[in-house]
């Protein structure tokens, strides 16, 4: 069966270009019940994009909560062992939105790596963000940070978990006053604070950045991380989406859950990343697995405005018809109409508020055009 | 065309001045009219006056680029947005305030009136102290007054409203100042003129030390 993409949404095109992309590097559909035990995210709160759950009480006197996330399920689900298990999916998550405040229903796409995470694999996951993001829109950027590094620059500057935590969502916002406020009120030396600074302010192309990071950092823990970084953005950029990778070390995803490389996609024209991953082996180790991870989503719901498709018209054709209107006749003429992939609706009076390109009228003598609109 | 959300009255004419002397004039701004948007196409840029608490959103939901907003709205909205710089205008400070001679009892659970739920209710939750909150929109002055409420959370200036109402400071919460914010889309997309921008504020604050 051929499926026409015109009569597609485009949040339903863009996913089925996605499936078609995930399943070409093997990754298998991961299909789930839209429900789960509320257990699983009172446990995990703060992995949560927001943290309510839509909750009710099943029959057997459980609490359940509609899914507001996917990886959780799947983590819970997957099993350590030999080799890396591949999932992809595309699920309705339901939770609170950030700007709306309110419960929405949201399309959500993504894939999960499961197992023994090496280069390679960490680079296949990129390379399919990358890939995905072009597939929405070819004006887009892919951000992507390492978190040890981050971690290890804040280390540095030996401050308490409040104060830590604060730094870290200033480095999130690029904050640079608030970081230098807060280095200073927690008694960091002025040095090491600079290092933290400079490390925010350093963004772009992974050709620039890079060499630079090799000269600010110091000690095994950031210098190793910048090599693995350095290795996978290199064989990114051989493999052709060089030009949209910058390393930004904005992107912050929670450290207690993630490890290691995170990133972050955007596309031209809508206001909030649309793609968002990274490893998080700490969240496997939280529950209880063996094996390493990463991930992406991507989230759909974002994308409704993305494109103007000017429809500016509800349906090509109007055909009017009456009472006495011979009834094969009318379905006669619907269908020719319809063959010539015109869109038409069979009226006796004009819809209220309904646009259309051009109305007709089906008399005797045959079909009569009264309006034609550009 | 680079959107710049500027908050609508005094501030927002000081940060005008501001943009001007960095390169980003729009002359049409300045003509005595209600006209809400101005553009200046060679300049590239485009501003619009909104109300002061709603720049935060004009820029989360990409209507503007960039823009400036208090830090008080940002802390109250936490909306999801880059914090560029730190203008160092409009100051002041959120504070709690009480009547002089009040007296907190730590056994009772403390009424708070507040136009700033959001950082009143963080604030406390940092002090682990039980509180009610009352949301009021303005004249959060009179609610200790009337016996309301306890203590009232809001920006302090001056000082000079308290104190006609016979109010004090108890404890200052937050210094606030006007911050130049940026939706984080733009700023991948709209990169050069931002921190074009960015650079001159930064150079004109290096200078005025």
């Known amino acids: 069966m051929s499926i026409e993409e015109s009569v597609l949404k485009n949040d339903e095109r863009i996913l089925f270009r996605l499936r078609a992309l995930y399943r070409a590097h093997g990754y298998t559909q991961y299909k789930m019940s839209k429900f789960e035990e509320y257990d699983l995210y009172a446990r995990n709160k703060d992995f949560l994009v927001s943290d309510n759950v839509i909750t009710f009480t099943d029959t057997n006197g459980k609490l359940m909560a509609l899914k507001p996330d996917v990886t959780l399920s799947i983590i819970k689900n997957s099993k350590d062992g030999a080799g890396v298990r591949k999932v992809y999916y595309s699920e309705n998550v339901y939770r609170v939105s950030g700007t709306s405040r309110a419960y929405r229903e949201i399309m959500q796409t993504g894939l999960e790596c499961v197992g023994e995470i090496d280069d390679y694999a960490i680079t296949e996951v990129l390379m399919l963000a990358a890939s995905s993001l072009a597939r929405i829109s070819p004006d887009y950027v892919l951000d992507i940070s390492h978190l040890d590094i981050v971690s290890a620059v804040i280390d540095d500057l030996n401050v308490d978990g409040e104060a830590r935590k604060a730094l870290l969502a200033a480095v999130g916002e690029k904050n640079l006053h608030e970081i230098a406020e807060l280095a200073q009120k927690a008694g960091a030396p002025a040095e090491k604070t600079e290092v933290l600074r400079r490390l925010v302010m350093l963004q772009g192309a992974p050709s620039t950045v890079i060499p630079t990071l090799q000269k600010l950092l110091q000690g095994k823990r950031a210098l190793d991380a910048v090599n693995r970084l350095s290795r996978i953005v290199t064989a990114l950029c051989k493999s052709g989406c060089g030009e949209k990778l910058r390393i930004d070390f904005s992107v912050i995803n929670d450290m207690s859950y993630y490890n290691g490389i995170v990133f972050k996609g955007f596309v031209n024209g809508v206001p909030t990343g649309v793609l968002s991953g990274g490893q998080y082996d700490r969240l496997m180790r939280k529950m209880g697995k063996k094996s390493d991870a990463i991930g992406f989503a991507v989230y759909l719901d974002q994308l409704e405005r993305l494109y103007e498709d000017g429809a500016k018209f509800d349906v090509d054709a109007v055909l009017l018809y009456d009472k006495d209107t011979d009834l094969d006749t009318l379905m006669q003429t619907v269908e020719g109409l319809t063959a010539t992939g015109e869109s038409v609706t069979a009226q006796r009076a004009i819809p209220e508020k309904m646009r259309y390109k051009r109305l007709l009228r089906l008399t005797e003598s045959g079909v009569k055009v009264l309006e034609e609109n550009a | ?209």
């Open chain 2, 1 to 209: 065309m680079l959107n710049v959300a500027l908050p609508k009255g005094r501030l927002g004419e000081k940060v005008y001045a501001m943009f001007e002397a960095a390169g980003f004039e729009c002359p049409s701004i300045k003509e005595n009219n209600r006209k809400l948007i101005f553009e200046n196409e060679e300049a590239g840029v485009r501003y619009f006056w909104v109300k002061p608490s709603d720049v935060a959103i004009y820029v989360e939901r990409g209507a503007a680029d960039i823009g400036v907003a208090g830090k008080d709205i940002l802390l109250e909205y936490e909306p999801d947005v880059y914090e560029l710089f730190d203008l160092d205008i409009g100051k002041c400070r959120m504070a709690v305030a009480a009547k002089k001679d009040f007296r907190d009892d730590p056994q009772k659970t403390l009424r708070v009136a507040t136009k700033f739920s959001n950082i009143a209710r963080n604030y406390y939750a940092s002090l682990g102290r039980d509180i009610d909150i009352i949301h009021l929109n303005g004249s959060i002055e009179i609610a200790p007054i009337l016996g309301l409420s306890d203590v009232i959370v809001d920006i302090v200036e001056t000082g000079t409203t308290l104190k006609e109402n016979d109010l004090a400071v108890q404890e200052t919460i937050v210094p606030i100042s006007a911050r130049l914010i940026a939706n984080k889309t733009s700023y991948k997309f709209k990169s050069e003129p931002i921190e074009a921008i960015l650079r001159s504020l930064s150079n004109m604050a290096k200078e005025q030390k």
